[in-house]
Structures are given as structure tokens and as C-alpha cells.
């Protein structure tokens, strides 16, 4: 049982997360708009998707850039050099600058690195599609990456358009798909590196060749109604992944993959996920958190609204033994789950490699998480499972109006609790054993 002390501070640990959780998109928009996006959007960006939308609209002051005007051709060859060109264009413009990838063309890409800082604002048009080379040889300098976006601030990229990985010459090649061939490393689609003032909005991304959208080392991100899509069985292919990034929020997306929808991992906080759309996958993950008896640091994360279908897993908190640091100030509320085989789940032994993993005594803390108006189905027995740590034991958890069924043969769904602090109000099924 919660001791007096305990209890005030989950009072107030709910109070202050309900302040964040209302005021945070507020607090985006109104960073947004003191940086110039909100007054160029109805002006200059209209003009621009006017422009290159096949109207006839009138010149205006911004630098318009398009990738045919330097040597794309769309044709099956590469057209890297021709994107570097344009970009460099685009980025070295004294005024706002447009890159425009026109509709209707499929233009194919090597291994390539827009870099910043630019003069000016810039956007990115993406209609058509950007599709990558199937030659994994084209990766042998970094196999980790295939676009990069380097330094970038006050940055738009949309445009309604795809950006395909043509992962599955690597899923075939994953020791996750063939046990007899040695791990190797697979790229990143798309990552945005140290960039500032970020918008990427109505895009679709599809078959990564690993994580399709990274965003790392970035400061005041909105990424805004982007479909992700890979076959369920497609290895390691995250669908959003934030590492080391700070202020982002993540709004109305559409993500189906073979590994985690969201994933989200150390130096990240202040993060904001709503209106998300999950499955197949493997759901909505903070970790993996300490591998290598590394510290970890995660904080303010809000996940409200969501709907997972299908999924290996519902919202899940993951840490390897012997890691430091910490996983609090955690919200996910007003979550539906539809046969989600762990719904919730937090696991402080997590050990994602085939030799078992060494008993530790130290641990990730993780602190103050509220589970609010959660409902669905379980398709195994556990419906909720927290795994903590004997000696770093989970704090502050608190379950508010949490209910769920079961799909599983039949019988009644299960809760399992170890060295866990638990809080409950409202309805709470199945409770712990």
C-alpha cells in the first residue's frame, strides 16, 4: 500500500501531467508561430503547391527549385547528384527557398546527405516518389543510413508524395529472417540529424530498409499526418523512431510495420504522441533503455489517443539490467487495443539476444506512470504485466479506469505484478496476481 508521503505525490504527479498534457500542443503551436510558420503557410507555401500542382499561379519573391532542372530524370538511373545539386541551390538561396520533386515521377537515390545550416527558410516538395537503390553495395561507406537531412533548421518537408526504402533486399539478408546468416547492420530511410524547427507533415513512407523515420538530436518537432507502412513481418522496420530529441510532437499518423509504431529511447523528452494508429507492429515503446550498462534518460512523454490493432505488444516500457538512469513522467491514456498480445507491459529484463542475459542489481529507474481510460482485448492470458526490478522497483504507477478481455482460448485475462508500486482508481481489470 501507498504510504501518506506516496500518495501526495501521486496526487501531485497527476495534476502536474494533466497540466502538460493540455498545454504541451498549445505550447507547439505558439512555437511554431513565433518562429514565421503559421504566417508563411497561407501565403508563400500556397503559392508554391499552386505553382508546382500544374496552375499557372504568378511568380513570386521565394526561389523556386526543381530537381528536373538539374539532370533528375526519373528514369530508373540515379539521380543523386542531380538532389545534391538542387539542394545546394536551395539551401544557399538568400530568400525562402522551395525543392520541389514533381508528381507522377519515381526518382531513385543512393546514399545521400542534405547538409545545413541554409540561409533561409527552406521546404521540401515531395509529390512525386523517392524510391532507393537495390544495390547494397551503394552502401559500403555507411550502411546505416540512406537519407540523411544534416543540421537543418526552420525546415518543412511534405508535399503528399512516398519515400520507399525497397527494403526487401535486406529483410531477406536480416539474421532475423534467416538464423544462418551473420547480423549485419541496415539503413535508416529517412533521419533528420540535429535539426531545428522541424515540420514533416503528409508524406508516406514505406518498406525502410530498417527504421523509416529517425529523428535524432532534434529541438521543437512537429510531424504531422504520415502513413508508415511495411509488412508485419519485416525486420526492425520502427516506424517513428526519436532518440536524443527534444519537444516533438507527433499527430495523427498511420503506422503498420514489423517493429515498433513509436519508439522512443534515451535523451529524449518532452514528447507528445496523439491521434496514433497502430498495426501490425510491435505498439508503442519507450526502449530499449541501459543496453550495455549504459544510461538512459526519458521524461514527459504524453501518448493520447491511440488505436492498436493486432499488435505484439500494446504501450510498453523496456530496460536491459545493469542500466542507470530513468523512465518518468509518463502518460498513455485514452488508448483502444484490439487483440493486442501484451497490451501493457513494463519489463525491466529485457534481453533481445540469444545467449541469456546476466543477473544485475542495477536497473533504469522507472517513475510515475499514469494509465488512463485504456480498454481492448488481450490475445494471450497476461492482458498487463509489470516486470520491475527487486532492486529498483517501479514507483509511482498509477491504473485509472483500465479494463480488459480476453481473446485467449477462452479464459479470463491475467495481470502480473512484481516489485511494483502500484495505485489504482475507477475500474481495474483483470487485477494483479
Same mark, same amino acid.
Given at each position: 500500500?501507498?504510504?501518506?508521503?506516496?500518495?501526495?505525490?501521486?496526487?501531485?504527479?497527476?495534476?502536474?501531467?494533466?497540466?502538460?498534457?493540455?498545454?504541451?500542443?498549445?505550447?507547439?503551436?505558439?512555437?511554431?508561430?513565433?518562429?514565421?510558420?503559421?504566417?508563411?503557410?497561407?501565403?508563400?507555401?500556397?503559392?508554391?503547391?499552386?505553382?508546382?500542382?500544374?496552375?499557372?499561379?504568378?511568380?513570386?519573391?521565394?526561389?523556386?527549385?526543381?530537381?528536373?532542372?538539374?539532370?533528375?530524370?526519373?528514369?530508373?538511373?540515379?539521380?543523386?547528384?542531380?538532389?545534391?545539386?538542387?539542394?545546394?541551390?536551395?539551401?544557399?538561396?538568400?530568400?525562402?527557398?522551395?525543392?520541389?520533386?514533381?508528381?507522377?515521377?519515381?526518382?531513385?537515390?543512393?546514399?545521400?546527405?542534405?547538409?545545413?545550416?541554409?540561409?533561409?527558410?527552406?521546404?521540401?516538395?515531395?509529390?512525386?516518389?523517392?524510391?532507393?537503390?537495390?544495390?547494397?553495395?551503394?552502401?559500403?561507406?555507411?550502411?546505416?543510413?540512406?537519407?540523411?537531412?544534416? *543540421? $537543418?533548421?526552420?525546415?518543412?518537408?511534405?508535399?503528399? =508524395? &512516398?519515400? !520507399? %526504402?525497397?527494403?526487401?533486399?535486406? #529483410?531477406?539478408?536480416?539474421?532475423?529472417?534467416?538464423?544462418?546468416?551473420?547480423?549485419?547492420?541496415?539503413?535508416?530511410?529517412?533521419?533528420?540529424?540535429?535539426?531545428?524547427?522541424?515540420?514533416?507533415?503528409?508524406?508516406?513512407?514505406?518498406?525502410?530498409?530498417?527504421?523509416?523515420?529517425?529523428?535524432?538530436?532534434?529541438?521543437?518537432?512537429?510531424?504531422?499526418?504520415?502513413?508508415?507502412?511495411?509488412?508485419?513481418?519485416?525486420?526492425?522496420?520502427?516506424?517513428?523512431?526519436?532518440?536524443?530529441?527534444?519537444?516533438?510532437?507527433?499527430?495523427?499518423?498511420?503506422?503498420?510495420?514489423?517493429?515498433?509504431?513509436?519508439?522512443?529511447?534515451?535523451?529524449?523528452?518532452?514528447?507528445?504522441?496523439?491521434?496514433?494508429?497502430?498495426?501490425?507492429?510491435?505498439?508503442?515503446?519507450?526502449?530499449?533503455?541501459?543496453?550495455?550498462?549504459?544510461?538512459?534518460?526519458?521524461? *514527459? $512523454?504524453?501518448?493520447?489517443?491511440?488505436?492498436?490493432? =493486432? &499488435?505484439? !505488444? %500494446?504501450?510498453?516500457?523496456?530496460? #536491459?539490467?545493469?542500466?542507470?538512469?530513468?523512465?518518468?513522467?509518463?502518460?498513455?491514456?485514452?488508448?483502444?487495443?484490439?487483440?493486442?498480445?501484451?497490451?501493457?507491459?513494463?519489463?525491466?529484463?529485457?534481453?533481445?539476444?540469444?545467449?541469456?542475459?546476466?543477473?544485475?542489481?542495477?536497473?533504469?529507474?522507472?517513475?510515475?506512470?499514469?494509465?488512463?481510460?485504456?480498454?481492448?482485448?488481450?490475445?494471450?492470458?497476461?492482458?498487463?504485466?509489470?516486470?520491475?526490478?527487486?532492486?529498483?522497483?517501479?514507483?509511482?504507477?498509477?491504473?485509472?479506469?483500465?479494463?480488459?478481455?480476453?481473446?485467449?482460448?477462452?479464459?479470463?485475462?491475467?495481470?502480473?505484478?512484481?516489485?511494483?508500486?502500484?495505485?489504482?482508481?475507477?475500474?481495474?481489470?483483470?487485477?494483479?496476481?
Amino acid at each position: 500500500m501507498f504510504s501518506q508521503r506516496q500518495y501526495c505525490l501521486t496526487l501531485l504527479f497527476i495534476l502536474v501531467i494533466s497540466f502538460v498534457s493540455c498545454c504541451f500542443s498549445s505550447y507547439q503551436d505558439d512555437l511554431y508561430f513565433r518562429n514565421g510558420y503559421q504566417s508563411q503557410g497561407d501565403s508563400y507555401y500556397g503559392q508554391v503547391l499552386r505553382r508546382h500542382s500544374g496552375a499557372n499561379a504568378p511568380a513570386t519573391s521565394a526561389q523556386i527549385v526543381n530537381v528536373d532542372d538539374f539532370g533528375a530524370k526519373a528514369d530508373g538511373t540515379d539521380d543523386s547528384q542531380a538532389f545534391l545539386k538542387a539542394w545546394k541551390k536551395a539551401c544557399s538561396s538568400n530568400v525562402e527557398a522551395a525543392l520541389v520533386i514533381p508528381r507522377n515521377r519515381i526518382y531513385h537515390l543512393k546514399p545521400v546527405t542534405f547538409s545545413g545550416p541554409c540561409k533561409s527558410g527552406l521546404t521540401i516538395k515531395i509529390y512525386g516518389t523517392i524510391k532507393a537503390t537495390v544495390h547494397q553495395s551503394d552502401y559500403r561507406k555507411d550502411p546505416r543510413y540512406w537519407i540523411v537531412f544534416d *543540421n $537543418v533548421n526552420n525546415f518543412i518537408v511534405e508535399g503528399g =508524395g &512516398t519515400i !520507399n %526504402g525497397n527494403g526487401e533486399i535486406w #529483410w531477406r539478408n536480416s539474421c532475423k529472417v534467416n538464423r544462418n546468416l551473420p547480423c549485419k547492420d541496415a539503413p535508416t530511410a529517412v533521419t533528420f540529424f540535429g535539426c531545428k524547427n522541424l515540420r514533416v507533415a503528409n508524406l508516406r513512407f514505406k518498406n525502410s530498409q530498417k527504421m523509416h523515420l529517425s529523428f535524432k538530436k532534434c529541438v521543437n518537432v512537429k510531424a504531422l499526418n504520415l502513413k508508415v507502412i511495411a509488412p508485419g513481418n519485416s525486420p526492425n522496420t520502427d516506424g517513428i523512431h526519436v532518440t536524443e530529441t527534444q519537444n516533438i510532437q507527433i499527430k495523427n499518423c498511420v503506422i503498420g510495420t514489423g517493429d515498433d509504431c513509436i519508439s522512443i529511447v534515451s535523451g529524449s523528452k518532452n514528447i507528445r504522441a496523439t491521434g496514433i494508429v497502430c498495426g501490425p507492429g510491435h505498439g508503442i515503446s519507450i526502449g530499449s533503455l541501459g543496453a550495455g550498462n549504459s544510461e538512459a534518460e526519458v521524461s *514527459n $512523454v504524453v501518448v493520447d489517443g491511440a488505436k492498436l490493432t =493486432g &499488435t505484439t !505488444n %500494446g504501450v510498453r516500457i523496456k530496460t #536491459w539490467q545493469g542500466g542507470s538512469g530513468y523512465a518518468k513522467n509518463i502518460v498513455f491514456q485514452n488508448i483502444a487495443m484490439s487483440n493486442v498480445t501484451n497490451p501493457i507491459i513494463i519489463d525491466q529484463h529485457y534481453c533481445d539476444q540469444e545467449d541469456p542475459c546476466t543477473d544485475q542489481a542495477s536497473a533504469v529507474q522507472i517513475s510515475n506512470v499514469l494509465y488512463k481510460n485504456i480498454k481492448g482485448t488481450s490475445a494471450s492470458e497476461v492482458a498487463i504485466k509489470f516486470d520491475c526490478s527487486k532492486s529498483s522497483a517501479c514507483q509511482g504507477i498509477l491504473m485509472q479506469d483500465v479494463v480488459f478481455g480476453s481473446q485467449y482460448k477462452g479464459e479470463a485475462a491475467k495481470a502480473l505484478c512484481l516489485n511494483v508500486n502500484l495505485k489504482k482508481r475507477g475500474s481495474f481489470r483483470p487485477l494483479c496476481s
